[in-house]
């Protein structure tokens, strides 16, 4: 996966390519200029987008526009408008009831304004009827951000991202399962890594899926079988951080309606079968300064910089591990013999690392990048990617230089081999998790008291309600004997 600036989804054609240039045209210390300029010019271009999805809608001829957001738990949220409330709608934004969305209630304040984002304007790619939509900033009635919106957490971390310089570029590697319908695991396939199939529903599957995200202005790298049976990967090319955050959250829903329409259930839960391999999101990370891989270095393959953004990775892992890895079921997961992490170690050629740093391609060092492996697909991307990239901004500003890389990262190795070479194991559970993240000052100011203090009383939930479950293997395991 390549990492070069120009090459993400702002350099596609169409409506959606322009307004994204719009959108990086805005300048920041990433691309130089004071912040006042940088200020009208976000402004200038706004106006330019707003006319061009104004103008859009119009010669499409669509009726109504989905504006969407997403609650804590990264699950995407909708409500529809007329199109001849577009215009009043970016100038006002539209006030919605707020107390019955997961993260958003308050005691003393229902309603909030959604804004819609006019460099996300997309038509959607399936229905009979053209049907626009964008993605929706959140703020409460006099105007300020909304403290329990993901997508402003993820803002003020790309702001500071900014400040320091740098602009994060993400490109991320999903994995999911097909199953015959949502009531059971029955499998469609019983292909492994890479295998060719044959021409069932499986394999037409994943190019419906691709040509509804390049109709959604969402370029697609590769994608393929993965390990386990009835398992599939689709990467993105990868894009801005706010851009990959939105795309993920577009992706699970085109996933889900294109298995919908073909009469089959996508899944993005991360361990949804017992003894096969779990799905994870890969994500592919450099940082960029004028225009250039700040993570390259020609010979020793990583710069200091990336050096110090991967132990900043390392040293707030156990805090953004229930960010990245929210659910129960996600540390089913992370477990040993099944390449996904359960350390905090690096290295350059195990998958079973948390932070891979793969090796550029030949004689093309912008390509130089970091992989970190534990996050699943069932996460909220704004979250995680504000929690990561705030963990490795703070590696570079305290200077955390990482341990010593992991040449051989034996699964089976004790905790005090582990301890000894500086890597220290990952939470083993959600109980665990919450309780590095509640502690974490940094995870504290990144989510602001709002959204963490909400993250820990919902998990804290979720944990009790399966700690207090008596499952099927408790039964069979134990009723006859006991």
Not at 96 to 116: H, K, N, T, W, Y
Not at 297 to 318: I, K, M, N, P, Q
Not at 382 to 387: G, I, K, M, S, T
Request: charged share 25%.
């Amino acid at each position: 996966m390549a990492m070069t600036e120009r090459s993400g989804p702002g350099s596609r054609g169409g409506l959606g390519g322009a307004l994204r240039r719009l959108r990086g045209g805005t300048g920041g210390a990433a691309n130089g200029g004071p912040a006042n300029g940088r200020a009208g010019a976000a402004r200038a271009s706004r106006d330019e987008a707003v006319r061009a999805v104004l103008g859009a809608a119009e010669a499409r001829g669509i009726e109504f526009l989905r504006l969407w957001f997403t609650d804590v738990l990264g699950f995407l949220k909708s409500f529809a408008i007329p199109a001849e409330e577009l215009e009043r709608a970016f100038a006002e934004g539209v006030t919605f009831d707020g107390s019955a969305i997961e993260g958003f209630a308050r005691d003393r304040e229902e309603d909030l304004v959604a804004r819609p984002d006019p460099f996300t304007f997309q038509v959607l790619p399936w229905g009979e009827q053209a049907v626009g939509t964008m993605f929706c900033d959140i703020a409460t009635p006099d105007g300020a951000p909304f403290p329990g919106d993901p997508r402003a957490v993820l803002r003020r971390v790309v702001e500071r991202a900014r400040s320091m310089g740098f602009a994060l570029y993400v490109g991320p590697e999903i994995e999911f399962f097909l199953f015959r319908d949502e009531s059971g695991t029955e499998l469609l396939d019983h292909g492994a890594y890479f295998d060719v199939t044959t021409m069932d529903v499986s394999s037409d599957f994943r190019r419906r899926v691709i040509r509804a995200l390049e109709r959604l202005g969402i370029p697609v790298e590769e994608s393929h079988h993965e390990v386990a049976a009835s398992q599939h990967e689709i990467d993105l090319r990868y894009a801005d951080a706010l851009t990959t955050a939105d795309s993920i959250m577009a992706f699970r829903l085109a996933v889900k309606e294109v298995a919908r329409e073909i009469g089959v259930y996508a899944t993005f839960m991360p361990k949804p079968i017992q003894g096969q391999w779990g799905s994870g999101m890969h994500l592919h990370l450099a940082l960029f300064r004028d225009g250039r891989n700040a993570f390259a270095d020609g010979e020793a393959g990583l710069s200091e910089t990336g050096r110090l953004f991967v132990g900043g990775l390392l040293r707030h892992a156990r805090a953004f591990t229930a960010v990245t890895n929210q659910w129960v079921n996600s540390y089913k997961r992370l477990v040993p013999g099944f390449e996904a992490p359960v350390y905090a170690s690096w290295g350059r050629h195990s998958r079973s690392a948390l932070v891979r740093v793969p090796p550029p391609k030949p004689g093309r060092p912008e390509s130089t990048r970091v992989e970190i492996r534990s996050p699943d697909p069932a996460c909220n991307p704004y979250l995680a990617l504000a929690a990561i990239l705030a963990a490795g901004l703070d590696g570079i500003a305290t200077c955390a230089a990482p341990p010593g890389e992991v040449l051989d990262v034996a699964e089976w190795a004790a905790d005090a081999e582990r301890a000894a070479e500086g890597s220290r194991p990952l939470p083993a559970s959600l109980a665990e998790a919450v309780g590095d993240l509640e502690a974490s000052a940094l995870m504290r100011e990144v989510l602001g008291n709002f959204v963490l203090e909400w993250i820990v009383r919902n998990k804290r939930a979720d944990w009790a309600a399966y700690r207090t479950h008596v499952s099927p293997f408790e039964v069979e395991r134990y009723l006859a004997v006991l």
